[in-house]
């Protein structure tokens, strides 16, 4: 065996012990499944040339070719998301129970959160999620965005005083979430309305994110009175369709597909004692939903 194959060997080797790392802070930085998949395929291109024995730290010197990659990536793609038609959510990025346990563990964020990171500059939200969602130091940081320890610190502020204020933390009970979750769903497509109303809290609020590709709303609907009309009118068209319960950063998600084809992907988040339905975040742009066919 050459000297060659051998380095080769131990860079794929370093490279997929840290991928599922790479891809979870690409896709918490861009919100998009496929840009995220081609910054990680950007970032293993660039390992693969560098000399890996001068590299002390595979992971960190990994982890900043993606965090450069993604960031340059979102600025590109918030200027084209400038005549979106109607609200722009993150592409669903769905997992089993087991496997959403273990990305969990790794870091990655809930999709409610990935919502109000849309708001934060590309700068400040690579900074909360490296230091929020992976635990990495300032310093290390500081080293993947190219600013100061200072500076990132500010960053981290910033970005933390908007978030908590958007979207105070709390824990929802598990198993109650899960309860909730369901118990809307099926309220939705059975279109009961009686039972709708009995699982959202007042303050209930349903993003639809159709892309003008499929009908949906264009605007958030707010209140428990207006999103229970809503579901109740649109939801018994999805009775036919097979549903199955996944999960995206650990929230309860609902699959609808038909003949293998994803239709809609509905991600629940409850308000902290997971009884009652807060925030509905409804998938439907077909664009969006791709990687998911024959899930």
Known sequence: MTEHTTD???????????RNLLFTAAYDILGSVSDAEDVVQDTWLRWEKVDHAKVEHPRIYMMRITVHRAVDQLRKARRSRVDYVGPWLPE???????????????????????VVLETLSP?????FVLREAFAFEYAEIAGMLDKSPAAVRQLVHR??????????RFVADHENARI?????????IGGS????????APDATLWNDGGGRVRAALRPVHGAAKVAHLMA???PRFSDHEIRWVHSGGTPT???????????????????????VRDIYGMANPDKLAHLTGR
Not at 92 to 114: C, H, I, M, Y
Not at 193 to 200: A, K, Q
């Open 92 to 114: 669903p990025l769905v997992t089993e129970q087991d496997a959403a346990d273990r990305l969990e563990r790794q870091g990655g964020v809930a999709l409610g959160l990935l």
């Open 8 to 18: 080769r060997q131990a860079a794929v080797a370093a490279f997929n012990e840290y």
């Open 159 to 168: 970005a933390r005083g908007h978030v908590h204020a958007r979207r105070p």
């Open 123 to 127: 700068l400040e939200r690579a900074a």
């Open 233 to 235: 009118a649109v939801g």
């Open 180 to 188: 909730a979750a369901e118990r809307f769903v099926n309220a939705a």
């Open 254 to 276: 609902a699959l609808l597909s038909t003949g293998g084809m994803p239709a809609v992907v509905v991600t629940v988040e409850t308000d902290p004692s997971g009884k009652w």
């Open 193 to 200: 309305l009686s039972d709708l109303l009995d699982v959202l």
